[in-house]
């Protein structure tokens, strides 16, 4: 396809989205219309968050940190917060952040249908399923999925050929040397992601632990844990389902696999990671909710 082709796929596919924001805001229809309504912003949140970004989006969020650390220095290689995040990168984030307000947009149209405060989003209506239990077996797969990945790099930085070949390390090893301190890092930061996933579920996640000088005891707003782990999972879940479908594509196409072994089988984490941090993340919103200041109803869910 053309750019030329493709910018009108865009502009329609935009004023479709246009029309389908405005009926959410001010549609009213029955219940089979209402599950229509709902899906499509559902399913065009997911196009916009998970099907449209790449696998850039990524790796800068994951070098950011290390990139913002580095740059009064003269940044990685050269590399500041300012050039990591050139157009094409902030474009991806304004797709999702598009996506997100669409899923906002479904779930307020979705309340109101069955009359729920549009602030909270708790009704009369008994709870089916507890915050608390789901979160919790949630943040535990998500402490656990990221170190099948960061056990990898790590050996591979030692010269342990762990799910790949040795010719492979090796051809590696001689051509990228400067590969592996950078593996090193995301390995460490995804191992440290995953024992921070246990916080949204445990005590020092949401009070400062006694151990902590001047601190102890304060207990931590929620936004702390729920902002940063929110752009986390929704990175993992673009470029993680970017990153699969990359390798599905050479799988089926014949081109083979680029690490030679078992730790292609490893990419596959990444989607799930993102979809267990997700629901540990909307899991943790939901049991720290408090008394709503607009419907008076207390949290439904036990801490």
């Known amino acids: 396809m053309t750019p030329a082709g493709a910018g009108w796929w865009i502009f329609g596919l935009g004023a479709g989205g246009a029309v389908l924001g ?18 499509l912003a559902f399913a065009l949140a997911t196009g916009l968050i998970v099907v449209a970004p790449d696998e850039r989006l990524l790796s800068h969020v994951a070098y950011t940190p290390l ?7 003269g940044g990685v290689h050269g590399l500041t917060v300012a050039s990591a995040w050139p157009w094409p990168m902030v474009n991806m984030l304004v797709l999702g952040l598009i996506g997100l307000l669409f899923v906002g947009a479904a779930v307020a149209f979705l309340r109101r249908a ?23 077996w949630a943040s535990y797969l998500a402490f656990i999925l990221p170190f099948g990945y960061a056990a990898s790099r790590w050996c591979w930085a030692l010269g342990i050929p762990l799910g790949v070949s040795d010719a492979w390390l090796a051809e590696m090893r001689a051509t990228y040397p400067d590969v592996f301190a950078a593996g090193t890092y995301l390995a460490t930061f995804a191992a440290l992601g995953g024992v921070l996933c ?3 579920t445990r005590r020092w996640g949401e009070v400062v632990p006694r151990w902590v000088p001047y601190l102890r005891g304060r207990r ?5 844990a729920i902002i940063p782990a929110t752009i986390v999972s929704l990175a ?16 089926l196409s014949g081109a083979g696999s680029e690490l ?8 596959i984490v990444l989607p799930l990671w993102g979809v267990t941090l997700s629901t540990a993340t909307i899991a943790c919103r939901l049991r720290r909710r408090t008394t709503c200041a607009t419907c008076g109803r207390g949290a439904t869910a036990a801490a």
Not at 22 to 39: F, I, Q
Not at 220 to 224: A, W
Not at 260 to 267: E, H, T, V
């Open 236 to 251: 993992f879940l673009s470029g993680g389902f970017a990153i699969v479908r990359d390798h599905l594509g050479k799988a």
């Open 220 to 224: 931590l707003p929620p936004g702390l």
């Open 198 to 200: 246990l916080g949204l």
């Open 260 to 267: 030679g072994g078992a730790a292609d089988l490893l990419w």
């Open 114 to 136: 069955r009359e729920a405060c549009l602030a909270c989003g708790r009704s009369d209506r008994p709870g089916r399923v507890s915050a608390a239990r789901v979160g919790r």
């Open 67 to 73: 990139v913002a650390v580095m740059t009064p220095f």
């Open 22 to 39: 405005l009926m959410l805001a001010r549609g009213n229809p029955g219940r089979g219309g209402r599950g229509l309504l709902a899906g």
